[in-house]
Nanobody
Framework: QVRLVESGGGLVQPGGSLRLSCVVS????????AGWYRRAPGKQRELVAS???????NYADSVSGRFTISRDDAKNTVDLRMNSLKPEDTAVYFC??????????????WGQGTQVTVSS
């Protein structure tokens, strides 16, 4: 029943900035981890950034210092601020929410993705 909708993607020049937003239909506070993944053409999906409900951050080495993830549990939104964008950042970006069952198995929810293209 949980639905995630991403927005904010588009075409931007190298060095530019974009802000991606993920709107959660359910209660974001019930998910232990919120994250952004991306998949570039010919590449495997990779974790870009994540944030736990306790405020712990994790970033891919390729984006550290340039991207910032945040979550607002009151507004049920997860944002990804991207600065100093590079052509290598071109990919479809997906919002992900993860919670854990009583059996400790992960339960993932995914958005449909939003395209980010960095090109001159």
């Amino acid at each position: 029943q949980v639905r995630l909708v991403e927005s904010g993607g588009g075409l931007v020049q190298p060095g530019g900035s974009l802000r991606l937003s993920c709107v959660v239909s359910g209660s974001l506070a019930s998910f232990a981890v919120a994250g952004w993944y991306r998949r570039a053409p010919g590449k495997q999906r990779e974790l870009v950034a994540s944030i736990t409900s306790g405020g712990t951050y994790n970033y891919a080495d390729s984006v550290s210092g340039r991207f910032t993830i945040s979550r607002d549990d009151a507004k049920n939104t997860v944002d990804l601020r991207m600065n100093s964008l590079k052509p290598e950042d071109t990919a479809v970006y997906f919002c992900n929410l993860r919670r854990f069952s009583k059996l400790y198995s992960p339960d993932d929810s995914w958005g449909q993705g939003t395209q980010v293209t960095v090109s001159s």
